[in-house]
């Protein structure tokens, strides 16, 4: 099955603009149809905001958590700290 | 947990907490509050090492511990593989 080869998207006048990404979205490679109301929408988009230096773990508690920094602590289901003191 | 391991914990605690914060400071590098906890955790973190090296010699190779006096005392530990006795 020969697969369908997508030319360059039209990022819009500049390329790295976020704005001009968003205000091109139909216009550019979206990931095609996907059924689900997303169409359209980027595939995937870092989202990074500045971290602010605010309220940190005690270095015992950060190790065991794996961060120092409690809003980087994610405790994913199943996860369980090793508690051996 | 045996001494040497409240000792070791106390050295991966501070080692840890320095490395966080040091991530935090590659991206923000004139937080003072950051800057001054990576000083306070370096400061703590060559205590812990000395207290462990007081009591069990070098932790690294390359510790001044591994010369104390006219001997090479790394060779007097467990070598690394040979885990906590």
Known sequence: ????????????????SARSIAGNRAAVGTGGNRGNGLTG???AMV??????????????????????????????????????? | ?????KLMRQ????????????????GHPDNEKAIAYYNRQHNLLRQAVCEYEMAFGPLMQNSEAATSGDRWTWVDGPWPWEGEN
């Open chain 1, 1 to 16: 099955m020969m697969n369908d080869s997508a030319s360059l998207p039209n990022w819009g006048e500049s390329s790295n």
């Open chain 1, 41 to 43: 929408i980027p595939l």
């Open chain 1, 47 to 85: 989202y990074s905001p500045n971290q602010i230096w605010g309220a940190i773990y005690d270095p015992s508690l950060a190790l065991q958590r794996g961060t120092l920094f409690p809003e980087l602590d994610k405790p994913w289901v199943g996860e369980e700290v090793d508690r051996d003191d």
């Open chain 2, 1 to 5: 947990m045996t001494d040497r391991a």
């Open chain 2, 11 to 26: 050295v991966q605690n501070h080692a840890f907490a320095l490395n966080e914060a040091a991530l935090y400071l590659d």
